[in-house]
């Protein structure tokens, strides 16, 4: 009934200075009159809201855990892989001025970087934990420095193998590494 008042009070509130505290583990950028200006840490810094945007960023160690993907080595074996990475983000400026989302960017390139590693090794490889964590930093590392993340590491959770489930009709079909078309004929 009154929410007329609040959007008022909340309009009249943008002409006035805020206070910000920066904590010395987060960063930012100022976007005053859209142009984006660093914000460093451990300050507290005074900002018009009418004119002026912040986005803050923590820039300590954080880690993810990505969805599971279900891939096929070099040497066609399917596997449900899941990888969590341990990163930092480095150069906040650039992570705020370079990816609208910065954490859906950091989880879509971790997860083409498994895929592209995947592809590219035999089953032996991507059950080895040490060769595979190894390589995989790297190439989340290189997908990920335009942005301004630092990857700490990046290793794989889990492997398991996979097995087609494919409805014939009524009933289904569990075969493991075989599929079986709608006529019962194996493929």
Not at 27 to 52: C, D, E, L, N
Not at 142 to 167: H, M, P, Q, W
Request: hydrophobic letters at 45%.
């Amino acid at each position: 009934m009154f929410t007329w008042l609040s959007d008022l009070a909340y309009f009249l509130a943008s002409f006035l200075p805020h206070l910000k505290i920066i904590r010395s583990t987060h960063a930012g950028v100022r976007f005053k009159y859209g142009h984006p200006h660093p914000i460093k840490s451990g300050r507290i810094i005074m900002y018009w809201p009418i004119v002026t945007e912040l986005l803050i960023l923590p820039k300590v160690r954080q880690t993810t855990e990505l969805a599971p993907q279900v891939l096929i080595t070099k040497d066609g074996a399917q596997l449900a892989i899941t990888m969590a990475i341990v990163y930092r983000i480095s150069d906040v400026f650039t992570a705020a001025t370079e990816a609208w989302d910065i954490y859906t960017v950091i989880d879509d390139n971790a997860q083409a970087a498994l895929a592209e590693v995947v592809a590219d090794c035999q089953k032996a490889v991507v059950s080895e934990p040490k060769i595979m964590n190894d390589i995989l930093r790297g190439v989340v590392q290189d997908k990920l420095k335009e942005y301004g993340v630092a990857v700490d590491k990046a290793f794989i959770i889990s492997v398991s193998k996979c097995f087609t489930i494919r409805n014939i009709g009524d009933q289904l079909s569990w075969n493991p590494g075989r599929v079986i078309d709608e006529h019962g004929n194996k493929e």
